[in-house]
């Protein structure tokens, strides 16, 4: 069932960061698109989720306000927006949620979003050096500063969190000293967006996926290891989900684990898609015909692409079906498995490095807990070399025909 849905309330942003999936990585059908999300349309939302909460006995949601950058949208239209929410839902628990650049959030923005019990998550990637690269206006000057003072503001204000994309340039260590100089409580990391056809800068094409090429792994153990290692460590919801995990829990989202990934996108013109970030395949592909203005929440079960993408950790290729790590891994997020040729029929960009970092996890809780607990949880090690070798001898063998075609229907080939 989809229960989070992430509101496109502005289609444009102060920004121009260099690796966004929105406007850099290859699709341009934001341009069609109004640049607000209209009081009537989030009415309309609201209305349709009524009828869909009522129907499917679903009292919790998740609202979040995305863009672009959903700062641009006026302050007016959230007061309206989550009145209308509350209001035309009044028997459901919402959770708002505000993801943001941070620039120009003031004093004021966390005063109103305090105000609606919207919780403020902020885009951060690390030391001004760095930050700067990448997080830039469209004139070219980096937004490290206004970001920085959001952070320093919201800390007593309620900011929920930093979000920050993994660079390789960074070391953990920088990384992690520039958060613990900010007081940021908890942090979260994404690897970057990218996809067979169109790698991440950081990674050399000639050998991704081969043995012991795993730069993303390597950076993420060495920054495990500072964080564990600190006795006044922040949140971390990366590694905190991985281990969670290897424990055997059923945890999870649309990158790790086997959970479903309830998450759909409302568009400013009303449009339910999938998660936005699939964009980065090729141009068009979220599109469909389905409109809140005209299609019941319940139209985007019917749409293929986000058949796949809800059910992403089932759908997956046979290599992850096989793989001793695939209830942790999960095959990875959709768009880093994609490739023109096979579609989303592949391991994800980051398969190695799954494995070498999910290893050294699962192997370092072993080596923390005693025998008998070990066996009770039904945890042994495993070993990065040993999972790559029996992977390599797998190349066929997908039990089910149906799901490998699904997986195919997007090759370009
Ligand atoms: S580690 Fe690789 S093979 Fe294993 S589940 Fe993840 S993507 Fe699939």
Known sequence: MVTSFVLKVASRCNLNCSYC????????????????????????????????????????????????????FPKEFYKESVRIFTETLNDSYFDFVIQTNGVGLDEDWYALFDELNIRVGISMDGPKEYHDKYRVFHNGKGSYDEVRHAIQIGLDKGMHGVLSVVNLNITPRELYQEFKNLNIPSFNLLLPDGHFDKLPDDILPEKINTHGYTPFADWLIELFQIWKNDPDRPNMRFFKTLIQLVAGEEVGDQMVGLKKNGVAVVETNGNLEVADSIRACYEGITRN????????????LEDPLFDVYINSHQMVNAKCLHCPIYEICGGGFLLNRYSNEKGFDNPTIYCHDMIKLVSYIQNDLIDSLPEEVCEEMQLTRVSYDDIVQELE????????????EKLLAYSLA
């Open 393 to 404: 001898n797998i190349n066929e063998g997908f039990p089910q025909q149906e799901i490998k």
């Open 21 to 72: 999936y929105m406007y850099n990585l290859g699709d341009k059908t934001y341009l069609k698109q109004p640049k607000f999300m209209s009081i009537h349309t989030i009415k309309t939302f609201a209305e349709k989720l009524s009828r869909y909460s009522t129907e499917n006995g679903l009292k919790a949601f998740q609202i979040v306000f995305h863009g672009g950058e959903p700062l641009l």
């Open 289 to 300: 015909n389905i409109n809140i203005h005209t299609h019941e929440i319940a139209a985007i």
